[in-house]
């Protein structure tokens, strides 16, 4: 159904409309929602179900040999001559015994309590002296727990695909079909299972970086991990839900009231500059790149070199050197009281408000080259024929550029600015190298008046060592990163149902 | 005659238009380049007062800064670190950032789209909270202040940065692939002998990218090797001349250190921001 | 030079669309086989199903003599020539036809050799040291077809290959590739929407709509004998008129009417013995359907025609050697549109006409098609399902078309008149009356005769040709029906009964011969479980079941087990079932018993009563999986 209607409205009508829509939307788009819980719910349980059913089967139905890979990881492969699989099986179930045993479970043995004793001052019988001797540490123990958790629910998932793999070559040889040779498995890892062998070793370093990490900065945010609790020398211990209580100003800490107004704070500039950021790069990117890509203008190539040359500058270079240039007592400053333009320098960096625009501004010189670079490429590509028409039909330059450029520009380049959204919001270069926060301010608890959330906790974890808070503040900041690229994305979706060129 | 009046008032336009669009790119250029100029020209200054002068051109021009560089400073040192981490970070990211885009964009599979999303939601969490995490692994393989502790924590994580790569791969015609089958390539050798000769430009985007990367990066590099200027990267050992109490002394061998960090990616960039370009807006491949 | 068979194959995708539904057929070997069908037809899909670019859902896939379902693209020995030709961009014109070549690893200098070969036989040898994108449209696909045939390849299949061709480059290369064919001598599958390249190039066409196939045959018959309204109006330029109408038959004539029109036309019976009688009673919908060229506008034709009709002329093409001339058969109608009354007229005879102006038309009736138009199915087959006679049961003697024969008891009534349904393959050709033949022609695989049995008209099928004059038949009585006062009173007997079952595995321990000595040994066997009964199947079936399901699935799925009377038998063990009562048709008997709440049909040759045990004939049975209704077996 077309809605004829809409069609005929104007622009902040349309606006209008859309939010209208949107919002009648939500309720039934929650409605839905919720109503579909118990559905996914069933169909979890039903998945979850099947993980047991087919352990039944397995048990019930298998013969010897597959009943022996329960305990024997890869006995029934290895015993119908699939040797390959059947022993990386075995390999692992052994690799995974001697690690338990001499690794694992005593680390995982203390993760309730997370370690007794710190570390005592012990008579050290060869050197002749007391000394320090530390016995656990509340980090490894948390740490290598978690490690050991992963690992399990790795062994747990191999062991069930060994069980079923058993079963499955069973059935295969009683149906008297013919069961992959180890040099069909060999041969499958190059084309039937190829995204098994290109993926295996990515996500094995996106497990061990960034999946545990991120459950153990998750944990860390439930103990009172702090300067007062540092290991080796201090256990830290469990502590509930007390430091997100603090950070959200209910806390019974003296300063928690403080730390929630500082996230406030903090949380509203990092939005607001995000949002300034990304958007001033984009449209006066688009802007330059438009300029030289007119037709007429010479030495296109030139312009455009001139302008790429900052990106290839490292940025921290450019960014300390600006720091430099425009600190108080910095070049700029100095050279515009030579001149007798002013009297006393110009807090370019360490005034408030004024490093904030400077900021966003020294932003642009940086970031705009980079935006021009991709729009160039794509206004090359924006085919001929439909600026041709709408000069045909009457278009000046600036309706064209309304009504052609930026809504094909938009269209290509939504997920680029959603990158760069994101990307701004957790953008700890710009600032820590231009201002580091500063300058500082008596309501802010550790952080500057032009501090992100990001170098606020760089701030948290250095220099205060508030290991627990700053977790929790990487917490929130994930929430407010994953709401904010949710709904963009959502958003990017419809603009690309609505205003599709291809 | 009217309307070669018209045609000729047309053109004058046009000219004062293209006249003004001159000298805006002038500005702007002029605008982009001076920081650039400044810092050259500061490199050759013979005093050393830090910025706090107020005057342009140096009173003394002199090559003293660059020697210091050499001979004084552990710059060579850094140089060596950041380059040896660039070119195998280069490497290892390249290699995993083709191999995910093309699974992911070519290969069909279960796990797919949950693992797509999985890594769109790590994507958001603030990397330097797992630094922590990170530091305490790399301690227990005795890998940190370590090049090879930064070396992983840099491409480690490479699989996450995909998305662009797996745009490009998305452009080829799908029936390339399915011709190769056919011709009796497995994916592998679909992989190796069409599809990696044809992105030619992603390729070139992400060592690129993942060349530059290390030279800018402070934030894990500084945390990984606290304390041990042996292992810093530039980045780290020039931020810590611009500190207070040695700004001074260092800001002008700061200016030359610049000057010779930028120099060769600046080069290395100019001559092969065609396929840069190319390979970040998705140059499409026509079969 | 491979035969490539179907059967049953499906394509379902996992939100349960169905792009093909049972896809039959047999593709001899040097055969030239075209799907056509407008977009979302599902012939792109069967075609890649063939490559093993799409798996296959269910059903089987032979070529040659291996079952291919799982084999991966580059085993099943074909070759390919894709839409956009797909050819390799960073190759140039020799690596790309000696690429599939030297992944198979043969030496250079064969290598060398066929390519060369190749590109002499296409034309292309000059351009053997350029790359794609440096040629024409016309050239990549020559390059793509030398690189398709360098490999000869048991099959070639082709998709679409030359649509993004211009018109005469498309004209040329179709006569190029039928050209290829000629000369390479292996079978060919093409895919194509336009279905002049179908009727130009294919010695059998598959018509698909909607997944399911419309129609296989060549093209000539797809022509004369379209199956139903969508065939009918896809093949052939310009498209077929269609009319909505009704029949009446009243003695020896049948009007015909046409709506929104004041056309009427009556033609002799004889024209329409074929048609389903039921449409003949002047009120059920029909779509008449009549090509451009079967209207007539020129004098003679008109005055030798007995159906004339009057058409308003709207608007005509004047393509040069001849003038499409589109008329309304309303004269309220405007022509431009398609309706059901606008006409579209080849032959406009020696005249010029004019907008507007009403005229004549002659109508070749003899090459009239006819549909249902709900199911636009033809009611005027090629081959007939039913001959339709008036009867009359007296003392249980059936009598029609002046034959009087006894009703048998299985199929005994009270006294009536109406209407017999005899099934053309119903017609015994080793009865005891004598019939002449008329003729008998060759429709598609089965022989029909036209028979002529005391002046009354009968067709009657048989797998082998008719060539005597006349014949003694009789009737299979447990496929005739009985109508009278809209009520059914003999029926036929279901063809076939369908059995709940499932796929299962048996474990056994039994004693053996192992290594020459009795050891009790397991044994696993695999068979169909309907109710207590267990049939052990061949592996050969397992493997299909395998096959189709996957082995999981297998065991889990709810079969049928489909199976005809004639290959049911009563037996010591089997399905449990209570014998009703027995069918006597009088050379055959047949019983009636219950399994479950259904009803199944047994023969026999003795009397049951009481509980019994049916035993089914493994190798006759067909298996359908009923969730999805796909046809395993």
Same mark, same amino acid.
């Given at each position: 159904m077309v809605n004829l209607e809409y069609l005929k409205m104007s622009p902040i009508q349309k606006v209008w409309f859309r939010l209208k829509s949107f919002f009648k939307r939500l309720p039934s788009a929650f409605a839905a929602f919720f109503k579909s819980i118990p559905k996914k719910l069933y169909k979890l349980w039903l998945a979850f179900a099947g993980i047991f059913v087919n352990i039944g089967k397995a048990a019930k139905d298998g013969d010897w040999k597959t009943r022996t890979s329960f305990a024997v990881m890869g006995f029934g492969l290895i015993a119908r001559k699939q040797y390959l699989r059947g022993f990386l099986y075995l390999f692992f179930e052994a690799l995974f015994i001697l690690y338990m045993v001499f690794f694992g479970w005593k680390y995982l043995a203390k993760m309730g309590s997370l370690g007794e004793v710190a570390c005592v001052e012990e008579w050290d019988e060869e050197l002749g002296v007391f000394a320090y001797k530390f016995y656990d540490n509340s980090l490894l123990i948390l740490l290598y727990s978690l490690l050991t958790v992963f690992i399990m629910a790795a062994f747990v998932y191999m062991w069930y695909q060994n069980v079923k793999g058993s079963y499955l070559s069973q059935q295969f040889t009683e149906a008297r079909l013919n069961l992959p040779t180890t040099k069909d498995d060999i041969r499958a890892c190059a084309d039937k299972n190829y995204h098994k062998t290109l993926l295996s070793i990515p996500m094995l370093g996106l497990v061990i970086f960034t999946v545990l990490p991120i459950f153990f900065m998750i944990f860390i945010a439930f103990t009172n991990y702090d300067k007062a609790h540092m290991p080796p020398q201090e256990l830290f211990q469990w502590v509930g839900a007390d430091n997100f209580s603090n950070v959200l100003g209910g806390g019974v800490s003296a300063n928690s009231t403080q730390f929630a107004f500082t996230f406030a704070e903090v949380l509203l500039w990092t939005v607001i500059w995000a949002f300034f950021a990304t958007f001033t790069n984009y449209i006066f990117g688009m802007i330059v790149a438009i300029l030289i890509n007119k037709k007429g203008v010479k030495f296109k190539k030139f312009w455009r070199t001139v302008l790429v040359m900052t990106i290839a500058v490292p940025q921290f270079v450019s960014l300390m050197f600006m720091s430099q240039l425009l600190a108080d007592q910095g070049l700029l400053n100095n050279l515009l009281m030579k001149w007798g333009w002013i009297h006393s320098p110009i807090p370019f960096l360490t005034d408030g408000t004024l490093a904030k625009v400077m900021i966003i501004v020294i932003n642009m010189w940086i970031g705009i080259p980079y935006t021009m670079l991709i729009c160039s490429g794509i206004l090359m590509n924006i085919p001929a024929d439909l600026y041709e028409s709408a000069r045909m039909d009457g278009a000046g330059p600036f309706r064209a550029y309304m009504k052609i450029t930026l809504p094909y520009m938009l269209h290509v380049t939504t997920p680029y600015l959603i990158t760069q959204f994101i990307g701004n919001l957790n953008n700890f270069n710009v600032i820590f190298l231009l201002t580091g926060g500063e300058p500082l301010s008596l309501d802010l608890q550790f952080a500057g008046k032009t501090d992100l959330l990001i170098t606020w906790l760089y701030k948290l974890t250095v220099n205060e060592s508030q290991y627990a808070i700053a977790s929790v503040i990487g917490i929130f900041t994930f929430i407010v990163v994953a709401v904010l690229s949710l709904i963009l994305y959502n958003r990017s979706k419809s603009v690309k149902n609505e205003e599709d060129f291809m | 005659m009217g309307v070669k009046k018209k045609y000729r008032s047309k053109k004058g336009a046009e000219r004062a238009c293209l006249a003004l669009i001159y000298i805006?790119?002038?500005? +702007? =250029?002029? +605008?982009?380049? +001076? %920081? $650039?100029?400044?810092?050259?020209? &500061? =490199?050759?200054?013979?005093?050393? =007062?830090?910025?706090?002068?107020?005057? *342009?051109? %140096?009173?003394?021009?002199?090559?003293?800064?660059? #020697?210091?560089? $050499?001979?004084?400073?552990?710059?060579?040192?850094?140089y060596g670190n950041t380059l040896l981490v660039s070119v195998v970070v280069t490497i290892i990211q390249t290699v995993i950032v083709l191999m995910t885009s093309y699974a992911l964009s070519r290969l069909r599979f279960k796990l797919r789209k949950p693992l797509m999303n999985l890594m769109l939601i790590l994507g958001m969490f603030p990397g330097f909270l797992s630094m922590t995490a990170v530091y305490f692994i790399l301690k227990e393989i005795n890998l940190t202040q370590n090049l090879v502790g930064l070396?992983? *924590?840099?491409?480690? =994580?490479?699989?996450? &940065?995909?998305? +662009?790569?797996?745009?490009?791969?998305?452009?080829? %015609?799908?029936?390339?692939?399915?011709?190769?089958? #056919?011709?009796?390539?497995?994916?592998?050798? *679909?992989? *190796?002998? #069409? #599809?990696l000769p044809l992105a030619k430009p992603i390729i070139i985007y992400t060592v690129l990218s993942a060349f530059i990367a290390p030279w800018g990066e402070y934030m894990f590099s500084s945390f990984i090797m606290l304390g041990d200027s042996d292992h810093f990267t530039v980045a780290v050992g020039m931020k810590m001349w611009l500190e207070k109490e040695s700004v001074n002394e260092y800001f002008t061998v700061f200016c030359a250190a610049a000057v010779v960090v930028s120099i060769p990616i600046t080069a290395l960039f100019i001559w092969l921001q065609r396929y840069y370009v190319e390979g970040i807006t998705g140059g499409s491949v026509k079969g | 030079m491979a035969d490539v068979s179907l059967k049953h194959v499906y394509k379902v995708y996992p939100n349960?669309?169905?792009?093909?539904?049972? @896809?039959?057929?047999?593709?001899?070997?040097?055969? @030239?086989?075209v799907f056509v069908g407008p977009s979302g037809c599902g012939k792109s899909t069967t075609l890649r199903m063939i490559a093993g670019l799409e798996d296959i859902s269910a059903g089987e896939l032979k070529i040659g003599e291996l079952i291919v379902n799982d084999m991966e693209p580059k085993d099943r020995d074909i070759a390919m020539v894709f839409q956009n030709y797909a050819l390799y961009p960073h190759m140039t014109v020799y690596e790309n036809i000696a690429f599939g070549l030297r992944l198979r690893k043969l030496p250079k200098d064969d290598i060398h050799k066929k390519v060369v070969e190749a590109a002499e036989i296409l034309g292309i040898t000059d351009y053997l040291d350029k790359k794609p994108k440096e040629m024409s449209g016309g050239q990549r696909q020559r390059v793509a077809l030398g690189r398709a045939i360098v490999r000869e390849p048991k099959v070639m299949l082709l998709d679409e290959p030359l649509s993004n061709l211009d018109a005469k480059l498309r004209t040329q290369m179709r006569a190029e590739i039928s050209k290829l064919h000629t000369k390479l001598q292996t079978t060919f599958i093409y895919v194509t929407h336009d279905q002049v390249e179908a009727m130009t190039m294919g010695t059998r066409i598959v018509v698909m709509k909607d997944g399911f196939v419309q129609q296989i045959d060549t093209p000539k018959n797809l022509y004369s004998y379209p199956a139903n309204k969508f065939v009918a109006g896809f093949i052939g330029t310009p498209q077929m008129n269609f009319f909505e109408g009704t029949l009446l038959k009243t003695g020896d004539s049948v009007a015909i009417k046409f709506d929104n029109s004041d056309a009427e036309i009556t033609v002799p019976y004889s024209l329409l013995y074929k048609a389903k009688p039921a449409y003949l009673d002047g009120k059920k919908k029909v779509i008449i359907g009549l090509r451009a060229e079967d209207i007539s506008l020129a004098k003679e034709n008109i005055k030798n025609s007995k159906a004339v009709i009057k058409v308003k002329i709207s608007h005509k093409e004047e393509l040069g050697s001849e003038t499409i001339i589109y008329g309304d058969i309303n004269m309220e109608g405007d022509g431009y549109g398609e309706s059901p009354t606008r006409v579209i007229i080849k032959d406009g005879g020696e005249r010029d006409f004019s907008a507007g102006e009403t005229v004549e038309a002659a109508l070749n009736i003899e090459h009239i098609h006819l549909f249902d138009k709900d199911t636009e199915q033809s009611v005027l087959p090629r081959v007939p399902e039913f001959n339709d006679v008036e009867c009359e049961v007296k003392d249980g003697k059936l009598s029609f078309c002046g034959v009087e024969l006894e009703l048998p008891q299985a199929v005994k009534c009270e006294d009536l008149k109406g209407e017999l349904l005899i099934p053309t393959d119903a017609i015994l050709f080793d009865g005891k009356w004598k019939a002449d033949v008329v003729s008998c022609e060759n429709a598609g695989g089965v022989n029909l005769s036209a028979l002529r049995l005391n002046g009354n008209r009968l067709y009657a099928v048989s797998t082998e040709a008719v060539e005597s004059k006349s014949v003694k038949i009789g009737i299979d009585f447990k496929k005739i029906t009985v109508v009278s006062e809209g009520e059914e009173k003999i029926s036929p007997m279901p063809q076939t009964n369908g059995f709940p079952c499932k796929f299962v595995k048996k474990k056994t321990r039994e004693l053996a011969e192992v290594n020459g000595k009795m050891k009790k040994k397991k044994i696993v066997r695999f068979g169909f479980e309907i109710g207590d009964a267990f049939f052990e199947t061949t592996d050969e079936t397992s493997q299909k079941i395998f096959a189709a399901l996957g082995i999981k699935k297998s065991f889990t799925a709810a079969l049928r087990m489909e199976c005809g009377a004639d290959n049911l038998s009563v037996s010591e063990v089997g399905i449990a079932a209570e014998a009703v009562r027995t069918l006597d048709y009088g050379t055959e008997k047949y019983l009636a018993c219950a399994v479950g709440d259904n009803t199944v049909y047994v023969k026999t040759d003795k009397e049951y009563s009481g509980s019994i045990c049916l035993l089914p004939d493994l190798a006759q049975v067909g298996i359908v999986e009923t969730e999805r209704e796909i046809k395993i077996i």
């Open positions: - | 805006v790119l002038g500005v +702007i =250029s002029l +605008i982009w380049l +001076i %920081p $650039f100029l400044l810092l050259i020209v &500061q =490199s050759f200054r013979g005093e050393s =007062s830090g910025m706090s002068m107020n005057y *342009v051109f %140096p009173e003394q021009w002199t090559f003293d800064n660059y #020697i210091r560089l $050499f001979t004084e400073t552990k710059f060579l040192r850094w070396m992983l *924590v840099y491409s480690a =994580s490479s699989a996450m &940065q995909y998305y +662009i790569c797996k745009g490009f791969f998305d452009t080829i %015609p799908k029936s390339l692939d399915e011709a190769a089958r #056919i011709d009796g390539a497995s994916r592998h050798t *679909v992989f *190796v002998k #069409i #599809i | 349960g669309t169905k792009a093909v539904n049972d @896809f039959n057929m047999e593709i001899r070997d040097k055969e @030239f086989i």
